[in-house]
Nanobody, 121 residues
Framework: QVQLVESGGGLVQPGGSLRLSCAAS????????MGWFRQAPGKQREFVGV????????SYADSVKGRFTISRNNANNTMYLLMNSLKPEDTAVYYCVGDPTTWNRGRYDYWGQGTQVTVSS
């Protein structure tokens, strides 16, 4: 069973930066496409971005493109989400996801428990 654990959430001021991490407990991490979703209070869960198993390809939602960057380190089974120029509308619970074949807004087999990000002055 694959377990995903997010960390790095917290409170940040508008315009600030934050880096989330997702640690995976699986030997097959390097074969998984990994991504991030988020859910704000009272809103539907939305796709943030995804990175291919090799790390060579990424895709982002228009709302975060140019501000957020996803990366991964297959040697230590960890994925990262670097968030710059944060806005209050980025406030949400951020979820780490993984799947061998799913890409973009598809259905992912593996989900973390989520980490809260709050952007406020």
């Amino acid at each position: 069973q694959v377990q995903l654990v997010e960390s790095g959430g917290g409170l940040v001021q508008p315009g600030g930066s934050l880096r989330l991490s997702c640690a995976a407990s699986t030997r097959t991490f390097s074969r998984l496409n990994m991504g991030w979703f988020r859910q704000a209070p009272g809103k539907q869960r939305e796709f943030v971005g995804v990175i291919s198993w090799s790390g060579n390809t990424t895709s982002y939602a228009d709302s975060v493109k140019g501000r957020f960057t996803i990366s991964r380190n297959n040697a230590n089974n960890t994925m990262y989400l670097l968030m710059n120029s944060l806005k209050p509308e980025d406030t949400a619970v951020y979820y780490c996801v993984g799947d061998p074949t799913t890409w973009n807004r598809g259905r992912y087999d593996y989900w973390g428990q989520g980490t809260q990000v709050t952007v406020s002055s």
